[in-house]
């Protein structure tokens, strides 16, 4: 027999071996009719280089028998080979696929360390499920020349936070390549490690990109109350580097001292793009004066400078600026426009939104998105001035009508999407519409899908479809 | 991402992402690469002021320097992943039989296309290989080397590599033809000199003009992240730039079985080859 059934509680595994005929895939299907309480299925393929075209009906009958006892079925460490085997059956959307580490050996795990789009992920995992095996293979790696095999094996050690590993980590700080010493940093931050924090600082004025904002990260969770001052003066320093970086660390620390400091900076500082970065900053306090701030930046010469306040104008909902804010939505730069609208949908009342719709033909096509989002946002019902627009060319402007009108007039919303959903020109709006339809599920709702499916010539709302067909 | 909070993407905003890739990079996003995008964009929509994905999304889309940010997401999303003399054999086999049969046949200039090289270890290697066996010295060769994303091509053309680029290099070859400078190591100028990089999509219509007649392609390890049509395409450019006769390598888990059929595959015992037909 080519496959093994390995049951945890409700969880069953199925791992096939190299090679597996596909007869033993469909004895494996026949078998699953047989077990009971079982909510999830995952067939873990790790161990398949191939598979022949044959062995996917045996997948899929793997699915259907599953789906009769109840359980729900995975195909789990799919490669690529596999994959695109699966992908020229169509079978890729059909089929849950997803990543199982633990069918993994530690050395394997290791190994992907290497590729990037894994790395991250094995880390976490490792760190989720430590054990003294991981330890022992991280503190190998530790003593290997591979940078970022050891940047992983620091950065996995801090997730878990195996303390025992402290001091091995903090000589990596003297490393002379920045990546290692990047991940010590962040680490001995993670562990609140004080005694480092004056290595730390050496290390963010050195000044190397690559190392600085972790730097500024651990700092800011080892700062006490002497850190804003010294952190202020690294505000004056020569490198752009060390300046974004201390102010990073600042806007962690989020005390009085550092905002003081910080709004003093925005006064002093002669490059725009870091005024932008104290501006970003600033609009992180949550005090009294920021506002002020804000708006002054909004007359600044600078774009970066102007789309920085108004965007921050929008995160802090400033309702003291409301008439200041209304009046930027013409502004000259449509993003200026564009957050200015963002805040107005936080912040105003159904009188206000009067303005918003009265702009409306005067501004950017990205600006009148805006719009129309944000009077989803603002309490009251505008599906008059909705309608006036559910016709507009653009596709993204009847994507958004959609979306406020189901926060506005749910059955104006259901007419308009159904109507939609079988005759948009564009995919996008008739996903949306199909979004829309899923929540309110109207009568009828698994004939129109039924109905697109066979004619809809999108791939995403086919696939969309297909799921929320399973669902219902 | 480590330092900076990542933003949640939505369903209908990968969706959409996703197509936005897909049309400008031929590169496809399973469902479960979502983390992906999440990772590697959110630092960029703090930068721009953004809280959410849709704001990004139009951004791309109305911005006017749509295409300068177009650049920037496409130099995000790629995965670039490579290495020095990364599956050998084929390279081997390019140096011990194509190159030697193109020079019986009474050829003198050998033109070959590294076609996604990343950030430059492909076409390197086969620019040190060659230098190896003396056939610089035997023929006109010239090898071309393009990629989608321009931050790996700057790495390329610095020739400045760490040590992640060397594994399973025979330390007499990173010896002679590497040497270190800080915690990188610097390629030898002479080798440089034999590629010629340039930014290039490889969906692009005007590719098969920018890159001429050639007698060998390799494309590796790109090609799995492209679906079926995107594939057909490509391998329709390769056939049509490739003289008689052309010879093509891919990675070794791609395959050509069920994407054309204007190959005939060959197997030299070290791996797999395409002869164009
Ligand atoms: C994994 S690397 C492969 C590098 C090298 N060929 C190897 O095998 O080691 C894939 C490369 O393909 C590039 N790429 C992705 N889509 C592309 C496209 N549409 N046109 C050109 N290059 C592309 C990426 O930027 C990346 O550098």
């Given at each position: 027999m080519s496959y093994k059934f390995t049951r945890y509680g409700d969880f069953l595994k199925i791992m096939v071996e190299q090679d597996a005929p596909f007869k033993d895939?469909?004895?494996a299907a026949r078998e699953i009719v047989n077990l009971k309480d079982l909510k999830r299925i995952s067939l873990d393929l790790k161990n398949c280089y191939y598979i022949q075209s044959k062995a996917l009906a045996a997948l899929i009958a793997m699915?259907?028998?599953?789906?009769?006892?109840?359980?729900?079925f995975i195909v789990s460490n799919v490669c690529d080979n596999v994959y695109q085997v699966m992908e020229m059956a169509n079978l890729t959307s059909y089929f849950t696929i997803e990543e199982d580490f633990s069918s993994y050996t530690s050395d394997e795990l290791m190994e992907k360390f290497f590729q990037p789009?894994?790395?991250?992920?094995?880390?976490?995992?490792?760190?989720?499920?430590?054990?003294?095996?991981?330890r022992a293979k991280l503190l190998e790696i530790l003593e290997m020349p591979e940078p970022e095999l050891k940047f992983y094996a620091i950065l996995t050690m801090g997730k878990a936070h195996d303390y025992s590993a402290e001091e091995r980590i903090k000589k990596e700080l003297d490393s002379d390549i920045p990546l290692i010493v990047k991940a010590s940093v962040l680490v001995l931050g993670w562990f609140g490690d004080s005694g480092s924090k004056e290595k730390i600082y050496q290390v963010l004025e050195t000044g190397n990109e690559e190392v600085a904002e972790a730097a500024a990260a651990s700092i800011s969770l080892l700062s006490d109350e002497s850190d804003a001052e010294r952190l202020g003066r690294l505000l004056s320093s020569h490198s752009k580097v060390i300046r974004i970086a201390a102010i990073q660390a600042m806007t962690l620390i989020n005390d009085d001292t550092c905002f003081g400091l910080l709004k003093d900076a925005l006064d002093k500082e002669q490059e725009d793009d870091v005024k932008a970065v104290l501006i970003r900053a600033v609009s992180s306090f949550n005090k009294a004066g920021v506002s002020d701030i804000l708006i002054k930046g909004?007359?600044?010469?600078?774009?970066?400078?102007?789309?920085?306040?108004?965007?921050?104008?929008?995160?802090?909902?400033?309702?003291?600026?409301?008439?200041?804010?209304?009046?930027?939505?013409?502004?000259?730069?449509?993003?200026?426009?564009?957050?200015?609208?963002?805040?107005?949908?936080?912040?105003?009342?159904?009188?206000?939104?009067e303005r918003l719709m009265s702009s409306y033909d005067k501004v950017e096509e990205n600006v009148k998105l805006a719009i129309v989002d944000a009077l989803g946002k603002i309490p009251g019902d505008f599906s008059d001035f909705y309608m006036t627009i559910l016709d507009n060319g653009n596709e993204d402007i009847r994507k958004e009508v959609l979306s406020s009108l189901l926060h506005d007039n749910k059955e104006n919303a259901k007419e308009a999407a159904i109507n939609l959903f079988a005759n948009d020109s564009s995919w996008i709006v008739r996903y949306k519409a199909l979004e829309i339809l899923e929540q309110i599920r109207p009568e009828g709702f698994r004939d129109m899908l039924m109905a697109r499916l066979t004619v809809d010539d999108s791939k995403y709302v086919k696939d969309k479809i297909q799921a929320v067909l399973e669902e219902i | 991402m480590i330092t900076a909070a990542t933003i949640k993407i939505k369903d209908d905003e990968f969706v959409e992402?996703?197509?936005?890739?897909?049309?400008?990079?031929?590169?496809?996003?399973?469902?479960?690469?979502?983390?992906?995008?999440?990772?590697?964009?959110?630092?960029?929509?703090?930068?721009?002021?953004?809280t959410s994905f849709k704001d990004y999304i139009y951004y791309l889309k109305y911005d006017a320097k749509k295409r300068e940010e177009m650049e920037v997401l496409l130099n995000q999303v790629t995965i670039n992943e490579t290495y020095f003399l990364r599956e050998r054999a084929q390279m081997d086999h390019m140096i011990k039989t194509i190159i030697p049969e193109l020079l019986n046949s009474g050829k003198r200039s050998v033109r070959i296309w590294s076609?996604?090289?990343s950030s430059g270890e492909e076409p390197y290697s086969l620019a040190i290989l060659l230098n190896e066996a003396g056939l610089f010295a035997k023929a006109n060769i010239e090898i071309l080397a393009t990629d989608i994303n321009t931050e790996v091509l700057n790495i390329a053309q610095q020739g400045l590599y760490r040590t992640?680029?060397?594994?399973?290099?025979?330390?007499?070859?990173?010896?002679?033809?590497?040497s270190k400078d800080g915690f990188a190591f610097k390629l030898d100028p002479n080798i440089m000199n034999k590629v010629k990089f340039f930014q290039g999509n490889l969906l692009n219509p005007m590719m098969s003009v920018k890159v001429g007649r050639l007698d060998i392609i390799f494309c590796r390890n790109v090609l799995?992240?492209?679906?079926?049509?995107?594939?057909?395409?490509?391998?329709?450019?390769?056939?049509?730039?490739?003289?008689?006769?052309?010879?093509?390598?891919?990675?070794?888990?791609?395959?050509?079985?069920?994407?054309?059929?204007?190959?005939?595959?060959?197997?030299?015992?070290g791996g797999i080859i395409y002869k164009k037909i």
């Open positions: 895939l469909e004895d699915k259907k028998n599953s789906i009769k006892i109840g359980a729900e789009d894994y790395a991250d992920r094995v880390s976490d995992f490792i760190a989720g499920s430590y054990s003294d095996e991981f909004l007359d600044s010469k600078s774009i970066k400078i102007r789309e920085a306040s108004a965007g921050g104008l929008a995160k802090i909902k400033a309702k003291d600026k409301l008439e200041d804010i209304i009046s930027r939505i013409t502004d000259t730069d449509a993003w200026v426009g564009y957050f200015a609208v963002k805040a107005c949908g936080e912040i105003c009342s159904a009188t206000e939104a | 992402l996703k197509d936005i890739i897909y049309k400008n990079a031929a590169i496809s996003f399973a469902d479960s690469k979502k983390y992906l995008l999440e990772n590697r964009l959110s630092k960029r929509l703090q930068e721009l002021n953004f076609a996604a090289c992640i680029s060397f594994r399973g290099v025979p330390p007499m070859i990173q010896d002679k033809y590497f799995i992240y492209f679906d079926i049509p995107a594939k057909q395409k490509v391998i329709e450019l390769f056939h049509k730039s490739l003289g008689m006769p052309g010879t093509l390598y891919l990675g070794h888990s791609e395959t050509l079985n069920k994407i054309s059929e204007s190959f005939r595959m060959e197997n030299f015992g």
